[in-house]
């Protein structure tokens, strides 16, 4: 990772792109260079599709025992417990994020290899009784094949292993493609899966622009199965390119994600909640809480509290201590949620909170933008309805549980919400009434590598994680094994 040692995996070799090209990594908390990475070329990519499709022809990994593929997993998450401390730092310093969250990344990433080298050792056939006795009907589950799997810059480490893991697990073969921005996770990881055992041409990485690598990735008909995780712009165009080949296509996109909020629900814990649901990680989450719906009744006291303890975010660079949140992860992003500001100051929604970048010198140097709430927001506002995917809050008021469900589905997302209130009976009608992926009632933004993670609506068509996650990664076969066989009498021949 210093330009003179190879970044890009391709075959079980260590290679520099094939035209010279590098890039330099920014920390976003100083604008220092962290270091400078390999830029594969379109070719570079094509031959790492072409090596995980002969990889995968040849045979041998996907005929593995799951008993030696599931021992991999955990090597993996033993040398990931052994590099924690490594591994966190160069997530922080790449994205910005603080070091304890880096940290819990680590281990979640850890979880997700145990989960799943348990999970695909205990899988087994399914026999189907059909009324036979001299029939024997099962079906197997067998590796989907070449598998090219990308991910975003939010938690870039995270998310490619809920695909890796599922992906190596079931016996496919791959190729991963980081985000350009913050690749060093990624890169650290596959020398881990390297040592761990992982065979030549099983796990190939290459590392660019997704426009540039985009169509040698996915405009072909080497491929089985696009495995994506970014926004909705990208995801519309990735999965049109794959329908031409009638490629599997999984896509987990963005999130306009309401928190919901009863006159009844529990005070601390739902101020806290809220702050901590669209602050963490500068509100740069997919899940980010980015819509408080609030009951009319407590909603003045309910915002002021969330301004005064906004206010008091520290922020700062992610390695320091005694940061509560760093720097967004780029310049250009920075640019991008100072424009949806702007945008709700012209809309009409009364900012109390935040909404300009620091002036403090120390931060001079960093891509710092404070946490910032809108009052008075409706539906009609741009500001509610996309992605900023910024630490921005957006407050809408409501005075009935049906109103709470109709704003609450107002969105063409559809990935995850929260309900807080004390009256169970409530609570539970309406999480069963809301139409996101992950609903959270009295609590928000937990998840576990057991348990299904995915979009409704534009959100997203795939699941990850839990045992449909490992399903995404294997065909269904049906085999129909007749011990007795006999004509089936359907044309007489005479
Ligand atoms: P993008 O859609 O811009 O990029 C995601 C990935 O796609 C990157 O690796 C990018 O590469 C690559 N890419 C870009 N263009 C193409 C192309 N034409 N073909 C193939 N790959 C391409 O998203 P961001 O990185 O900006 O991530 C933020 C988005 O991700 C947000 O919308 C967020 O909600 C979503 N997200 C969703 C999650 C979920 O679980 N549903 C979880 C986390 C994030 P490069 O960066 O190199 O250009």
């Known amino acids: 990772m210093s330009g003179d040692i190879p970044d890009l995996y391709i075959a079980g070799e ?38 995980a499709r002969a990889t995968f022809d040849e045979g041998s990994w996907p ?9 991999i997993l955990d090597r993996i998450a033993d040398l990931l417990e052994r590099d924690k401390e490594a591994l966190a730092r160069i997530e922080t310093e790449d994205t910005g994020k603080t070091l304890v969250e880096s940290r819990i990344d680590i281990d979640d990433v850890t979880s997700v ?67 350009e921005v913050t690749p060093l996770s990624t890169i650290a990881f596959v020398r881990l899966a390297e040592e761990a055992g992982v065979p030549p041409g099983v796990l190939n990485l290459v590392q660019g622009s997704g ?12 491929v089985d199965l696009i495995s994506f995780t970014g ?24 999130g306009k994600n309401p928190h919901i909020v009863f006159a009844d629900a529990e005070w601390e814990s739902s101020v806290d909640q809220v702050v901590t649901g669209v602050f963490l990680h500068s ?84 891509s710092y933008f404070p946490p910032t709430i809108f009052d008075r927001c409706d539906r009609t506002m741009r500001i509610v309805r996309e992605e900023t995917f910024g630490p921005i809050l957006t407050v809408e008021r409501f005075s009935t549980e049906a109103e709470a469900i109709t704003l609450g589905n107002d969105t063409e997302y ?27 009632l009295n609590d928000f933004g937990y998840y576990t590598a057991a348990a299904e993670w995915g979009g409704f609506k534009k959100s997203g068509n795939g699941r990850e994680l839990g045992p449909t996650g490992l399903a995404e990664y294997q065909e269904m076969k049906h085999i129909w094994h007749n011990t007795s066989p006999k004509p089936a009498g359907w044309f007489k021949g005479d």
């Open 14 to 51: 260590w290679v520099h792109s094939s035209d010279g090209g590098t890039r330099k990594l920014i920390n976003p908390a100083d604008g220092s260079v962290v270091a400078v990475v390999d830029e594969a070329t379109p070719d570079d990519a094509a031959r790492a599709v072409a090596a």
């Open 231 to 254: 926004g909705l712009a990208t995801g519309r165009r990735i999965a049109s390119v794959a329908a031409q080949h009638v490629t599997k296509c999984a896509v987990e996109l963005g």
């Open 283 to 366: 509100g740069q989450v997919c899940s980010s809480g980015t819509r408080l719906i609030v009951e009319e009744s407590i909603a003045d006291d309910f915002v002021a509290e969330l301004a005064k303890r906004a206010a008091k975010i520290k922020f700062g660079n992610g390695l320091d201590p005694a940061s509560e949140t760093g720097p967004l992860v780029s310049e250009q992003h920075r640019e991008k949620v100072e424009a949806y500001v702007a945008l709700g100051i012209s809309e009409g929604a009364k900012l109390i909170v935040g909404g300009e970048r620091p002036t403090d010198p120390a931060f001079a140097n960093g």
């Open 63 to 71: 005929a593995t025992p799951v008993a030696d593929r599931a021992a």
């Open 211 to 222: 426009a540039v690598l985009g169509d040698a990735l996915t405009d072909t008909p080497d």
């Open 414 to 440: 559809g990935l995850a919400a929260g309900v807080r209130t004390s009256d169970a009976a409530r609570g539970e009608r309406v999480v069963r009434a809301l139409r996101h992926g992950t609903v959270w």
């Open 113 to 179: 290899f145990r989960y799943y080298a348990r999970l695909v050792a205990v899988e087994s056939d399914r026999l189907v009784d059909v009324g036979d006795p001299t029939v024997i009907s099962r079906v197997v589950r067998e590796p989907i094949g070449v598998c090219v799997l990308i991910a975003p810059w939010n938690y870039p480490l995270l998310q490619i292993s809920w695909k890796i893991a599922p992906a190596l697990a079931a016996g496919c073969t791959m190729v991963a493609k980081p985000s």
